[in-house]
């Protein structure tokens, strides 16, 4: 790990106050029993009779003396020097023993998996304290073998979590990349696997570094650990139990002590399994809003149009620490009853962020509406409260994502979640619910729609699964559908069905239909309409087949070069230079200046406005190809 | 003219054999008995959608998984029983991932990832190293200070070029592109397709093209073979595989890829599915999406012709002089 990737880390670490709070208590005592040789106090082991069961605060003795007349704050930072040592030495033997157990049957899978776990499983049927006496019954008492038996017990904690992990990892394709490159198997898990494996091994040892220390504690105290008259926090706490009643003191003492080492281990341990979760790193656990926060100084003033949904000037951007990401720069959008409307762009171009904050679906925190509006129906839904814009969602506007096993519950049948979106917005009986459903399953021409219903999503294949996902999109007649790539992860002859269907839905219905793809060919056969966007703004805007016969704006042109067509043959295809620009540093003027054979000075001042050309068409460039409109 | 890679009978099945307690297990014929020719300096693409078995044929090819049946004979040596010393096929045949950034550990720097082909099947020293190294990032186009980044700090199409660079390293003869490019945006597509023709020239090489993108496979490809459900059911040039189909199959490919003119198939029911690997049909595995279907279809498997050059499909009832309606 570079100083950086360090600096992040710990910054992340103490961000958790708890967290900073346990690395500070932890940190003062590792530093006190460090010190212990240096310390002013007494021999731990030095008896005195005649002074024995002194109280705390006595004079000499701080803490205090045991039953033989030993000082308990020196035997107290010593036997804390133990029970640390003993802990965190059986913790690393542990993970060290139970990572290598874990990587191997991971990594080598089938048979050696199903032994190695087998025996493991076996360990783990044992209770655990019952399965440490029997390994200290053998070996005899004595802190060492304490250590060992704790270590022992531990082993298939680690093994499982890590043949866990390593299960995922071995599978990866850098590892299959690895062995092409000539690595045997040993040397595959020593450099790729065990590099990706450690920081969950870390993450295990410091949530179980506090646990370890108390079963060790546990077996001391049993007489099974520490011997007299050496002290552990254990064997401390065994002797002081006999006097409870008369000198509460000898027990107390060290049971504070295990309190505050394993509270402050265990807080401290949370902090570093969030610290170096990379989930958790990019923000994953901060929990969303239920609309995207907006904050607009103006609204767009209305213009009068018969347009069903009009976005306006609208800017949606992630706001990451520093950074802010301009994902959309300015979107005017457009599309009336019953029309299609496809939009186009590579990926980061902002066609799914314009998409989901039309409903304010965009994840806030990080997304903010910082200015434009959509108006459905003339009506600004930005402005509108929640419960306007929940009634609206699914209902009059409806989407259709990318993937379908990712948007449908895996637990629940096609049929409970398809009665769930109808009743979320009508109030009919449940029966009349199914009754709904299994028309629309018809409708999207699923086969035997009655038995379908009762089918989990893993059951079905993708094309049926999509299905299901446009069955529901149309379950509360909506005006307008808003597909997000529907049929980018089928198959062609699937994703022909699949278009094919949603053309003829929309004309049945009269739908209004917003179609997101990278895919020409598949504006050129749905779209009425095609927006065409760039590093957040839509470049140009017209009727599809214009635009495809005749595009205006040089990355429009370039665009539709780079895309192979069936039935060219052998050639060498049309490239565009360079890189998009990445939306948090955008260049002054137009977005496609550095990578555009056209560009002129000029392209790269200020900000670029829409020109209209022709009479259905805007382009957002200053020196288009205009010859044939 | 021998030729670069000889695949014969090729099948894989995953499962089958017998329980701890001698109970049958069910199995999945992954690859069915597979034969084709690849000739050197030629591109074959293979095309086919989700489950054909594409990706597992590419992996037999390169030694990661062994094959249950056949031959992979690469400059007349078998080398199917080879699997396992990825040395052996690592020297002749390579392979880019389809996800770029996930086939590069993230834990290491681009130079010690350009390294280990280098160390474990060249046996270089360090200043022969660092001198193929430069040479490698000069044939892609990538910059040399790229070398001392870590993987998550490229974007797609840089990433792949790393990729394209490592399956370079071991001078292999042979390289399997595993849709090298279906992961990446169009306007960067071009740019590494381009790239792969470049170096084929540059260094002499074959090249095996999968991918499901049939426009993308016709561009790059010399000959295309069409795999359905573990088996190759076409084979011919590129420029008839697609524009004059004989396998029923092959047409409806190439009708529903989308293309701009061309106005949407009528919608049909969505009953065209694969048949359930673990009950393979005794016929022909497309006998029920088939328009053309017959009696025999159903009984016998029809098999592709054996000189594996010429355009043939393996169809009772291939379509004579099918022009693609366009």
């Known amino acids: 790990m570079n100083m950086e990737a360090l600096k992040s880390a710990l910054a992340l670490l103490f961000r958790n106050r708890l967290a900073g709070f346990g690395a500070v208590v932890l940190s003062v005592v590792v530093l006190v029993v460090l010190a212990a040789p240096l310390l002013p106090i007494h021999h731990p082991d ?22 033989l007349g030993r000082d308990l704050l020196s035997r107290l930072i010593w036997g804390t020097r133990l029970s640390l040592v003993v802990g965190i030495s059986a913790s690393i033997i542990a993970a060290a023993v139970g990572a290598f157990i874990g ?13 190695i776990m087998r025996g493991v499983d076996m360990l783990m049927a044992f209770p655990y304290i019952l399965l440490a006496l029997a390994i200290v019954a053998v070996l005899g008492p004595g802190l060492i073998n304490a250590l060992y038996a704790v270590a022992v017990v531990n082993i298939p904690f680690f093994a499982r979590n890590i043949r866990g992990v390593t299960v995922g990892i071995a599978h990866r394709e850098f590892v299959d990349a690895a062995r092409l490159s000539g690595m045997g198997s040993w040397r595959i898990i020593w450099s790729e696997i065990l590099p990706n494996v450690l920081p969950v091994i870390v993450i295990a040892i410091s949530t179980t570094v506090g646990w370890m220390i108390l079963e060790t504690a546990g077996l001391s105290f ?18 002081g139990r006999k006097l409870l009643i008369n000198a509460p003191h000898a027990s107390v003492v060290p049971g504070v002590m295990i309190f505050v080492i394993v509270m402050s281990v265990n807080l401290l341990g949370d902090g570093v399994r969030d610290a170096l979760d990379p989930r958790l790193r990019s923000g994953a656990l901060a929990r969303p809003a239920p609309v995207t926060r907006i904050d607009r100084e103006t609204v ?28 959309a720069g300015g979107v005017d959008l457009r599309v009336d009853p019953g029309e299609c409307l496809g939009i186009i762009g590579e990926s980061g171009s902002g066609k799914s962020v314009t998409a989901l904050s039309l409903l304010g679906l965009v994840a806030s925190p990080p997304g903010v509406i910082k200015a434009g509006s959509v108006r459905l129906d003339g009506k600004d839904l930005l402005s509108t409260n929640f419960e306007t814009l929940r009634s609206i969602r699914g209902s009059r506007i409806s989407y259709i994502f990318q993937d379908p096993l990712a948007t449908l519950h895996p637990l629940y049948t096609i049929g409970d979640q398809m009665i769930e979106a109808i009743r979320c917005h009508r109030p009919v009986s449940k029966k009349e619910a199914m009754t709904k459903a299994i028309q629309l399953l018809e409708k999207v021409q699923i086969p035997n729609p009655k038995a379908r219903i009762g089918s989990y999503p893993h059951e079905m294949s993708g094309g049926m699964r999509q299905r299901v996902g446009i069955a529901m999109a149309l379950a509360n007649e909506p005006e307008i559908i808003i597909a997000d790539e529907p049929t980018t992860a089928l198959d062609v002859t699937v994703q022909a069905q699949i278009l094919a269907l949603l053309s003829d839905l929309r004309r049945q219905r009269d739908l209004a239909l917003i179609f997101i793809t990278h895919d020409f060919g598949v504006v050129a056969q749905l779209c009425d309409r095609v927006a065409v966007m760039y590093a957040g703004k839509i470049v140009e805007v017209g009727p599809t087949e214009e635009i495809l016969a005749h595009p205006a704006h040089p990355y429009t042109m370039r665009l539709i070069d780079c895309v192979p067509e069936l039935g060219g043959g052998k050639r060498k295809l049309s490239a565009i230079a360079g890189l998009p620009p990445a939306v948090d540093r955008l260049p002054d003027g137009c977005a496609f200046a550095p990578r555009c054979d056209r560009a002129e000075e000029d392209c790269r001042l200020g900000t670029l406005a829409t020109t209209p050309a022709g009479t259905s068409r805007s382009v957002r460039c200053l020196h288009p190809s205009l010859e044939q409109i | 003219m021998t030729p670069a890679l000889d695949v014969q009978n090729l099948s894989k099945t995953f499962g089958g054999g017998t329980s701890f307690f001698g109970k049958a297990q069910p199995a999945v014929h992954a690859v069915r008995s597979t034969s084709f020719q690849v000739l050197k300096g030629e591109t074959l693409g293979i095309v086919g959608e989700s489950g054909c078995g594409k990706s597992t044929l590419a992996r037999m ?26 040395a052996a096929f690592g020297r002749v045949i390579q392979y880019v991932f389809q ?39 000069d044939a892609v186009n990538l910059r040399r200070e790229f070398l001392d980044r870590y993987p998550h700090e490229f974007s797609g199409g840089q990433a792949q070029r790393i990729g394209i660079a490592r399956a370079l390293a071991a001078s292999p003869q042979i390289i399997v592109l595993d849709e090298p490019v279906s992961a990446l945006d169009v306007s960067v597509q071009a740019q590494v397709l381009n790239l792969l023709d470049e170096l084929r020239t540059a260094f002499d090489l074959t090249y095996l093209f999968i991918s499901h993108d049939l426009a993308v496979v016709e561009a790059v490809s010399d000959r295309i073979a069409v795999l359905y459900f573990g088996a190759v059911v076409e084979v011919g040039m590129a420029d008839e595989v697609f524009a004059n189909p004989r396998h029923p199959y092959t047409q409806l490919l190439a009708s529903s890829a989308p293309a701009v003119g061309r106005p949407l198939m009528p919608a049909t029911d969505g009953s065209a599915e694969l048949p359930d690997p673990f009950n393979p049909p005794p016929g022909c595995a497309f006998a029920d999406r088939c328009i053309r279907v017959q009696k025999e279809c159903r009984g016998t498997v029809p098999q592709l012709g054996h000189d594996g050059l010429e355009h043939q499909s393996a169809c009772f009832h291939p379509i004579e002089n099918g022009r693609r309606e366009r």
Do not use: W
């Open chain 1, 103 to 115: 990587i191997v049957a991971g990594f080598f899978g089938g048979r050696t998996d199903n032994l």
């Open chain 2, 99 to 137: 996800d770029p950034i996930s086939s590069l550990n993230p834990r290491k720097t681009v130079r010690q990832i350009m390294e280990a082909p280098l160390i474990h099947l060249m046996g270089m020293d360090a200043a022969a190293r660092k001198a193929r190294i430069d040479e490698l990032f």
């Open chain 1, 46 to 67: 030095l008896t005195n009779p005649a002074n024995r069961l002194l109280r705390p605060f006595s004079t000499n003795h701080l803490l205090g003396t045991d039953h």
């Open chain 1, 300 to 327: 767009p003033e209305k213009i009068e149009s018969n347009a069903l949904l009009d976005v306006q000037n609208l800017h949606t951007h992630f706001e990451v620490g520093e950074r802010v990401y301009k994902a």
């Open chain 1, 222 to 239: 049993l007489g099974l650990g520490s011997q007299p008259p050496q002290a552990d926090l254990g064997s401390m706490l065994g002797e």
């Open chain 2, 61 to 86: 090819l390169v030694g990661l998984l062994p094959p249950s049946e056949g031959k992979i004979v690469i400059k007349g040596q078998d080398l199917s029983g080879m699997v396992g010393n990825a």
